[in-house]
């Protein structure tokens, strides 16, 4: 599984070459957004599957949301950031939506105490194995706190823009990232 959601490649695209896709695609060229569609969803994939936990089809359906949106909103596009930094940011807005929805559905689920349970969400206390690799123990944390620490860890976010995009006050983000850390520590079996 971690080999599907590894990018094909780092390198980076061309950002001459995006504004020609934009152009086209907005111009009803579908061919340009499709290759606009292969040139960044492989890393967004990758992105919005952390987010997503792990699970496959959340991040498919936050990815393709994502592109949705995408397309509505080309012609708007103005180049004030990277192509490819807009579309990570429409992905995480869709992941994050696709997590909240989950979250809520599962209250209603579990009835009253559901509710209770979304202002925590509670993780795993803890893991069976000592041996867990990366990837599973990240599924493992809390959504916020596994948003948090795979914006800021792995794609490089800033606190202040974390916590705009997750609605939470910047101390809460460095909170969130401290137990993230943590629990990754304690579920992979290091100590502290």
Not at 16 to 44: C, F, K, N, Q, T
């Amino acid at each position: 599984m971690l080999n599907a959601t590894m990018p094909a490649s780092r390198a980076p695209t061309d950002p001459v070459d995006d504004h020609a896709l934009v152009r086209a695609a907005v111009g009803g060229d579908m061919a340009a957004y499709e290759r606009i569609y292969r040139r960044h969803s492989p890393r967004m994939y990758a992105v919005l599957w952390r987010l997503c936990g792990g699970h496959a089809a959340r991040a498919e359906d936050a990815l393709q949301e994502a592109f949705l949106q995408a397309w509505k909103a080309l012609p708007g596009f103005r180049f004030d950031s990277s192509l490819g930094t807009w579309l990570h940011r429409l992905g995480v807005n869709a992941a994050l939506m696709e997590l909240r929805a989950n979250a809520v559905e599962q209250a209603c689920d579990a009835g009253e105490e559901g509710w209770d349970s979304l202002a925590t969400l509670a993780s795993v206390e803890r893991c069976a194995g000592t041996s867990m690799d990366l990837e599973r123990a990240l599924e493992t944390l809390p959504p916020r706190a596994r948003a948090v620490l795979v914006l800021h860890d792995i794609e490089g976010w800033k606190h202040q823009e974390i916590a705009e995009q997750l609605q939470m006050a910047v101390g809460s983000s460095k909170a969130q990232l401290h137990r993230a850390r943590g629990l990754l520590r304690a579920r992979l079996g290091e100590t502290a």
